[in-house]
């Protein structure tokens, strides 16, 4: 069976992508495209933690990858004029290992946690101590000799960042001072962000193709500067350097993302959900089975988009396509294939 490749509109970086986006981040709060409100709020914590001489607040932020958490943990750092750490819930395996972080901070250094839902569960009870009194408690030796030792810890701010809200547990979360959720962004927002980055990179392009690349960009900034960067290539070796429409159109062709943000896997999934299953209810393994995919990597890549885009919807019998799904793919959909229409299927 075919398997799909990591995708230009995945909403996950590597490595590389991180570092090709370091150049395009934004360095403070009034640089900051989209996400008005929690940008105002954030301003007014930082503003006034600078008045006082104190540190920030704890911050979580919460939200779908891609949509500029870690950016926010910089600029958290560049307002407050500190010195960023970053590490990642992954990566602190044992209270230890966390001990060994929160040792090494100094007064009014921010602590970035990537998908800090991920935290195993000894670190995180010791994070509970270390962010509200500034102390953790090291133990010594084992067993009937071990010893707890206290050591005090500088003031300091974590920024908390997680795609999974729901995972985080109730004491974790209640330590933070201040919590917001990022939002996909819209197309003008994006068409901002696109222009911005294409200035970054010394890349001439037209207003009508920055806005072509916003509208397939799935309201993902991160999305929208991986397209921007694969118009810039299709444009210096087919084209004539400059980012016009054509350009982006072609470019877009080349990568597979059709006009509405749609790549491979997805047009695949909602192609196999129509034709294969008649529209459904079809169960998320058979349809991943039929597309060559792993079960989670179609319930957590593709399926949310098309969700989201109203191209396919779920019930407790399985998948369905909808309306737009079909339309999408210029197919007409048979008699009763819709829920809700004259004969066609009913769910809870």
């Known amino acids: 069976m075919e398997s799909f490749e990591a995708s230009v509109v995945d909403s996950d970086a590597d490595a590389i992508e991180r570092s090709n986006e370091a150049a395009l981040r934004p360095t403070s709060l009034d640089e900051f495209v989209g996400q008005r409100t929690v940008r105002d709020q954030l301003s007014l914590v930082l503003r006034a933690a600078v008045s006082r001489g104190a540190t920030a607040d704890h911050v979580l932020l919460s939200g779908p990858p891609g949509l500029g958490k870690?950016?926010?943990?910089?600029?958290?750092?560049?307002?407050?004029?500190?010195?960023?750490?970053?590490?990642?819930?992954?990566?602190?395996?044992?209270?230890?290992?966390?001990?060994?972080?929160?040792?090494?901070?100094?007064?009014?250094?921010?602590?970035?946690?990537?998908?800090?839902?991920?935290?195993?569960?000894?670190?995180?009870?010791?994070l509970y101590l270390a962010m509200e009194d500034f102390r953790v408690d090291v133990v010594v030796g084992k067993g009937a000799g071990a010893t707890s030792i206290p050591l005090s810890l500088p003031p300091f701010t974590i920024v908390g960042a997680t795609t999974r809200a729901g995972l985080l547990p109730a004491p974790l979360r209640d330590r933070f001072g201040f919590?917001?959720?990022?939002?996909?962004?819209?197309?003008d927002e994006l068409h901002s962000i696109v222009g911005r980055s294409a200035g970054k990179l010394g890349f001439e392009i037209?207003?009508?193709?920055?806005?072509?690349?916003?509208?397939?960009?799935?309201?993902t900034p991160r999305i929208a500067n991986r397209l921007l960067r694969r118009v810039r290539d299709w444009a210096q070796v087919h084209g004539s350097g400059t980012g016009d429409l054509a350009a982006a159109q072609q470019a877009l062709i080349v990568y597979e993302v059709d006009e509405r943000g749609l790549d491979r896997l997805d047009r695949a999934v909602l192609r196999a959900l129509c034709t294969r299953f008649g529209g459904g209810p079809v169960g998320l393994s058979t349809l991943a089975v039929s597309v060559g995919e792993e079960s989670e990597t179609v319930e957590t890549v593709a399926e949310p988009f098309l969700v989201r885009e109203g191209l396919m919807s779920r019930s407790p019998r399985g998948r369905i396509a909808t309306?737009?799904?079909?339309?999408?793919?210029?197919?007409?959909?048979?008699?009763?294939?819709l829920p809700g229409a004259p004969g066609g299927r009913l769910f809870d």
């Open 179 to 187: 919590t917001a959720h990022l939002d996909f962004y819209s197309d």
């Open 323 to 337: 309306a737009d799904g079909w339309a999408h793919l210029g197919l007409e959909p048979p008699a009763g294939a």
């Open 70 to 126: 870690t950016t926010l943990a910089m600029i958290v750092a560049g307002e407050m004029g500190a010195t960023l750490r970053v590490s990642s819930g992954p990566a602190i395996q044992h209270a230890g290992d966390l001990a060994a972080i929160l040792s090494s901070l100094d007064e009014g250094d921010v602590l970035f946690l990537d998908e800090i839902h991920r935290l195993a569960r000894p670190a995180e009870e010791m």
């Open 206 to 219: 037209s207003g009508d193709a920055a806005a072509e690349i916003a509208s397939r960009s799935r309201g």
